[in-house]
C-alpha cells in the first residue's frame, strides 16, 4: 500500500515561498489561511535555513484522535482530510497538531472560526470528486487527476518532495548520500510505523 | 550569460559576486544546488549582506560595498602571484595581460584587506578555492554594476575568468542574471539611448543598415531629428531623464524634456526619486501604459497625466528572450480582460496618429511574426537571423524534448538544436550557441572563438606590440584557419557574408583575443576607485574618482566635484538596495497580488542591532533614513544579522508613500495596491557609472533616527 | 520502518560522512543536530511535552460533564420523591426582596447563562448533534452569548456584591445541607442569601469572567499554542462547575423550593420563608422595624 | 517524466461523480511521487523513469480545456508555465514540469502569475487625471488627446522634448517596436530597465 508523505529538504529550501503561493493559488484559498508556510531559523546568521510546512499527514494523526465530531479521516494512502460538513471549528486539532497545520478561516455569525482548513495533500474531500462543492470547500483534487501537490510541483529548488514514501525516501537518501547531510525533520514525529 | 543557466550544473565552483539569486532568481538555485551537491563545488557568495543566498554558501565573503574591483583585482592578483593561472588560455586567446598583471599587482593581500575589509587569509583560501575547482563559473547581479566603477568591476570579473581559463567551457563562463523577465530580449533590441538594436551603435552605417531593414529613406529618418547632430548623440537615460526635466545638472539638449512615457516601465527603481517626483510635477504630459496603475501613477498630482490600460503579458504574444540568450515564444493565453488594449494595438494606434504608418508597417503585415521576422533580418551582430517565430515557436512546444543537462534536443522536430536557440543563432538551420566562445565545436554546431572586434594589432603606451588574433592552432574544429583571423569584412550588414563565413566553418566576426586592456576605457584595466560617498574618506585620495563629465547622456555628470571626504561625519551609515523574494521591480504587479502582499506586506529597513541599539530603535519601531541629497523615508525597522555594523538595507520593490506621506488616495479608486510603502530610491544616493550611467545604488550613504 | 531508520543513521554518520567533504559545509559551524533543535523549539514548540497529555485529556473530559448532568438528575430525583419540594405555609405578609434592578440584571444573566450552558454542551457533545452547520451556529451563539452575559454579570456582581461575602455560618448551613434533606421545615443558618447561593454567585460572576476571558482568547484563536492548551483545559473545568451550580440552581428555584421562582419574578418574598429561610437577614428586618 | 506510477483505477460508472470517502476503497493511483521527487531523483542518479500511463485518462476536472505553453514574468530565468484554459478561461495554473530550464518550479512570483489575470486591481479602462480625480475616458479620446498633444510639444520644442521610456517586460517585438518609435518619431531619448 503506497504511503503518501511530505519531505522538505532543509538543505535545498531557500526561502522562495513558491510553496505557498502555488497553494493559496491554486486552491483559491482565502488570505490568511496557510495551509502551507515557510519557516526559518537563524536568519541572517550563519546557519541559516528553512523548512515548508504543512499538514503532514501523520501516521497516527493526533488531529483525528481528538476532533470532537470526527470529522478527520484519514485515506488508505496516508492523506489525512477534513470534512467541512461536520467540522464544527472547535479548534482542539490545531492544540493536538505538532505541526500548527489546521487553519480556520473566520466568517461566521460574530467572527466565529469556520470549519477547519488544512492542506489536502491537493486530493480534495469527502464531497463528490470534481464537483463545485469540491472546489470550493477543500480545493483542486489533483490526486484524483493523477498529478502530484501543487506545492510539491512548483517547489523551486526541488527541495519539496511529495509522494509515495518509498519513492522520496529513496530520493532524499541518495541526496543525503551524496552531499554527506540531511535531515528528514519531521518524519520521526509525523510517520511511526 | 555566455553559458547558460543549466550549464551551472556542470561547474565545479560557483563564484556569486553582487547576486543574491535565492531571492532575486530562486530557480535558478535549482541548477546551482545541484552543482554544489553533485559536484562538490564550493559556493562562494561575496557580499555585503548575508542573503538568503549566502545561507546556502560555502564561503562567505562579507565586504564592503563598492569595492569589488579592489577585491576582484586581489583575486587575479594572488592566484598569478601563485602561478595559478591558465598560461595557455592566455597565451592563445587573451591580450593585455601583461598590461593587466602590472595594475592588479598593487591588490596585495594586505592591500585589499585595507581597502574591502576582507581578511587576507579569506582571499587566499577563496583564491585557492577558484584555482583549485575548474571549471568555476563566475556569476553577478545589479550587486557589481550599480556603481560608478560598475563598468570596471564587471570587466575585472571577466579577467578573473580569464585568468583561470574559465572562458568558453562547459561549467564556466561569466553569468549575469539579469532581472526583468526580457530584459536580455530588450537590450538585444536596444531600447536604449545609444544604440540602435542588436548594438549597432548610432553611427551613419548603422543608421543605413537599419532604414534598409526598416525599408525607409535614411533622409527622411534624419529629416525627422531636430538636426543631424542629435540622430548620433546618445539621448537621456532612463537613469537621469528626469534632469531634462528639472535641470538641476545642466543638461546638454536644445529642450528641456516636456512629456514622458512610461510604456511598462515603474518609476519608483530610479534612483533619487524625490527628484524624479519633481519633474512629474513639472512636465506637460505624463502617459502611464501598464496593466497595474503604478506608483508613477499616485505619484503625479498634476492634470497631466493619462492611464492606458495595457494588457498583462499573458494576453498577447511575442517572443522572450531568457537571461541564458534563450527565446521562447510566449504565448497568449487569454483575451484580454476589460477594455485593455495589447501593447501592439496601442502602437499601432499611436503610430497611425503619428502619421508614419505606411513607412513604420511597411514590412510588417502580422503582428508579432512579422517584426520577428524584421528583427532577424536585421540583427546580424548577434545573430539573431535564425531566430524566425516558427523555429521560436516550434522549441517552445517541444520543450520537453531538451536534455536538462545540455538543454539540446534529443530526437523531435528540434533534433541537435539547443533550446531556444542561443544567440548568436547565425542562419535558418544553425542550432544556437549555447556557451559563448567555446573552440570545442564547430561554428555551425554552436562553438564560437573569441571576436575580433578591435582590429589584429595594438601597441599598449609602453611600446609593447601585441597580436589581436587567436594564437595559431586555436579555432574551432573544421575552421579554414587553424589560428587567428580577423573579422568578415561586410558581416554586419550582409547576411551572405555571415553564410560564407560559416560554410568555411570560421565565425564571421573573427577569432581574436580576450582584452584584459581596454583602451577605450577610462580605465583601460580596472582599478578601485572610492565610491563618490565613500565611507573611507581617508582612502579618497588614493582612489579618488573620476573627473566630472559635462555631456554624459545629455548631462552633466559629476563625478571628482561630487567626492566630499567630510560626507561621511554627517551621513555615517552605508546604504544598499536589493530584492525580496516576493516583489518585482517597482512592484506594480506583485504588491497587486494579495498572496504576495500578504507574505511581504511592508516596507523595511534592515539594521544591524549595534546600529539599532545606538540609535534607540527597536524592532518595528519607526524611522527616518535620510539621504545626503535631501530624501527621506520613514520605514519600520527589522533587526537583523544579515547586514553589518555600517550598513542599512532597503529592498525597493515599494511605492504608495512619499517621504513620510501616503499617496493612496492618488490612485485611481479601488486599484489602490495591497502592500503600500517608502520606495527606497527616495534615499539612493548620486552616483553613475562613468559609462553606462547606470545608477550606483548599491554604495551610498545615508544616516538615520528614530521617528 | 527501515527507510525512517537509515535517514536517521545518515543523520547520526553526518560528521563521519562530512569529513570527506569539508568543502560542502554550510558557512558557519552548525551541525544537522543543531538544526534539528532549533527547527523543534519553533515548530513543536511544546508538543513534546504537552501534546500527548492534551490528547488524553481532551478526548476523555466531555465524560465528567455526563457524569454530572446525568448524577445531579438523579439527585433531583431522589431529592424530589423523598424530600419533596419545600412549601412553606404562606401569611401572606410580603417584604420587598429584590429590586428591579437586581431582578432585570438576573433574568439577563439568567437567559444568556441558558443559552451559554446549551450551547456549549452542545459543542461538547457535537457528535451526537451530528455536528456541522448546526453545531457550528451554536457555537456564534455562544459566543453571542458570552457578550450578553458578561454585561449582565458585571452589573449583577455590583448588584448583589454587598450581600455575598462569606460568614461565619455559612459554614453551618453547609454543614446542614441547607436543611433541604429533611421534610420538616427549620430554620437555616443564613443571611440575606445562604451560603450555596453565595457559592453560585461567586462561581457565576467571578468564574463567569474567567470563563468569558478564557473564552475570549479560544475566539481568538492568536495566542501560543500551548497557552490556548492551558485556557481551554481551564475553561472547561470551571465550565464543569458552573454547569453543576447551574442545574442545581435550576432545580432549587423553579422545583425544589415553592415560591423563589415568584419572588424573583416579582421582587417580593413571603415574610415566613424569609424567616425560615434567611433567618439573619430576618432579623435585621425585625430591627429596622 | 516524473518518476509517476499510475496504476488503472476502478471502473466507475460513467457520469456519476465518485466520492472519495475514505470508507470507499480507493485504489486508484497507488503509488504516485511528487514529479519533483522523480525529477530530482532522475537527476541525481542519471535514470530515466518513465511514467507508465494510466489504462483510462483520468477524469479531469475541467473538461475540454486544453494546455497553453507560455513563460513566467517575473525575472529572466525563463520559466515555463502550463496554463489551462477553458472556454476562454485561464482556470488553473499548472506545473510545467518538462520544462528544460525551470523543470515546474516556481518562485511564489511565478506560482502566483495566474493572479495577473484573477486579480482586482488591474486598470479596467484608460484613465485621466482631472481636477484631481481620475477620471474615465474613451480609448478615442485618450488616443487623439495624447498624440496631439505629443505632436503639439513635437511641433512647438522639437522631437526631443519627449522621452520615451520603453519596458523590459513586453515582448522582443516589442521592445522592438518601441526603439523604432522613437527613432522614427525622431530622437534617442528612450531607455529601459536595462540601464538600471
Redo the contacts between chains.
Sequence with gaps: MARMKFLCDI??C?????C??AC??GHQLP??VNRRRVVIIN????G???ISIACMHCSDAPCIAVCPVGAIYQREDGIVLVNKDICIGCGYCFMACPFGAPQFPRGNAFGARGAMDKCTFCAGGPAPTFSEKERRLYGQNRIAEGKVPLCAGMC???ALLAGDSAVIADIFRE?VA??GSGIAWGWSKAYKE | MTN???DIRHSRCIFMIGSNA?????????HI??A???N?A?LIVVDPR?T?????????VRIRPGTDTAFLMGLINYIIENDWHDKEFIRTRVAGFEEMRKVAAHYTPEVVEEITGVPKDQLARVAK?LATHRPGTVIWCMGIT?HHIGSSNTRACCILQLVLGNMGVSGGGTNI??????????????????S??AYYG?KEGSWKH?CKV?GVDFEW?KG???SKE??H???????R?YE?VIQEDKIT?????????????ASN???QYHKLKKALDKL??V?II????TTTAAM??????????ST?????????????R??????????P?????T??EI?E???K??G?AD??YKNIKK??ED??R??ARGALTIGLCGWLPERIKKH??N??T???DT?QAKGGPCDGEY??LPWPCWTETHPGTPILYDISKPVTKGGLPFRARFGTEYTYPDGRKESLLAAPGVANPGSEVMGGYPEFPGWKTDINVIREALKRGMAPFGNGRARCYCWNFPDPVPVHREPLHSPRPDLIKKYPTYPDKPDHYRVYTRFASEQKPELVKEFPLILITGRM?????GGA??R?????A??APEMYA?VNVKVANDHGIREGDYMWIESPEGGRIKVKAKI???VDERTIFLPFHFGGYFMGKSFAGNY???????ALGEPANIVTNYGYDII????G?KEGLCRIKKA | MKKALALGLTTVLWPVLAAG?D??????PVSPVEVFRKLNGLLLDAWPDEGRAFMEFITSFNVYYLYLALGLLGVFLLHYFVFGPRKIVHRGEKVPYYGFFTRFVHWGAAVSMTLLVLSGLAVLFAKALGGGSLVMGLRSVHVGAAFIFVIFAVFLFLALVKDMFPAPYDLKWFLVLGGYLSRRTRPVPAGKFNAGQKLWFWVGTAGGLVMFYTGYKLYQFTAPVSYLREVLKIHLYLGLAVLGLFLIHLYMSVIAVKGALQSMLTGYKDIEEVAVMHPKFYEKLRLKG | ?GAKKVFSRPAKAAGKPITLNPKLARRAFLKIAAATAGLTGL??SGKIVRRTEAKEAPKTPYPGSKI?????????????IY?E?QN???VRQEI?Q??????G??????A??I???R??????????????R?KKIS?EQ??????????E?REK?????????????????????????A??????????????
Design positions: 538543505e535545498r531557500i526561502a522562495c515561498n513558491g505557498v503561493v493559496k493559488e488570505v490568511g536568519e541572517g546568521k550563519p541559516e535555513r528553512s523551486s529548488t526541488k541526496r551524496r552531499r | 547558460s543557466m543549466n535565492a531571492e532575486a532568481h530562486p530557480v535558478s538555485l535549482q544546488l545541484y554544489k551537491e553533485v562538490g564550493p548575508f538568503k543566498l549566502a545561507a546556502k554558501a560555502t564561503e562567505y578555492l550599480q542574471f539579469r532581472g526583468h523577465d526580457n530584459v536580455q530580449g530588450a537590450t538585444d533590441v536596444c531600447v536604449l539611448s545609444h540602435l538594436p548610432l537599419w526598416w529618418i525627422r531629428f531636430h542629435y540622430v548623440k546618445k539621448g537621456f537615460t532612463l537613469a531623464w531634462g539638449q536644445y529642450t528641456p524634456i516636456r512629456a514622458v512615457v512610461f510604456w511598462g516601465c527603481s530610479q534612483s506637460d504630459l502617459v501598464d496593466p497595474f496603475p503625479c498630482e498634476k492634470d497631466n497625466v493619462y492611464l492606458l490600460p498583462s503579458q499573458y494576453e498577447t504574444e511575442g517572443s522572450v528572450t531568457s537571461s541564458s534563450q527565446a521562447q515564444w510566449r504565448y497568449k493565453v487569454v483575451d480582460l476589460y477594455e485593455s488594449k501593447d501592439y502602437m494606434e499611436f503610430v496618429r503619428f508614419f513607412k513604420f503582428v508579432p517584426v520577428t524584421e528583427i517552445t512546444d520543450w520537453h531538451f536534455d536538462v538543454l533550446y531556444g523574494v516576493e516583489h518585482m521591480g504587479e506583485t497587486s497580488n494579495k498572496y504576495l500578504e507574505l534592515e537583523t544579522d544579515r485611481p479608486e479601488e486599484l489602490v495596491p495591497y553606462t550611467q547606470i545608477q545604488t | 567533504a568543502i560542502l559545509r554550510p558557512y558557519g | 517524466m537527476a541525481l497553453v505553453r507560455t513563460i513566467c514574468t517575473h525575472c529572466a530565468v525563463g520559466c515555463g496554463a484554459v476562454g478561461v485561464w510545467a518538462d520544462h528544460p530550464i525551470s523543470r518550479g516556481h518562485c511564489c512570483k511565478g502566483g502569475a493572479d495577473m489575470i486579480t482586482e486591481k488591474r486598470l479596467k479602462y484608460p484613465l485621466k487625471r482631472e481636477g484631481g481620475w480609448w485618450a488616443f487623439s488627446e495624447i498624440c496631439g498633444k505629443l505632436l510639444i520644442y522639437g522631437p526631443d522634448a519627449v522621452h520615451w521610456n520603453g519596458s523590459a517586460k513586453v515582448s522582443t517585438e516589442m521592445a522592438y517596436l518601441q526603439r523604432k518609435l527613432a522614427f518619431w525622431g530622437t534617442n531619448n528612450i531607455d529601459h530597465q536595462a540601464r538600471i
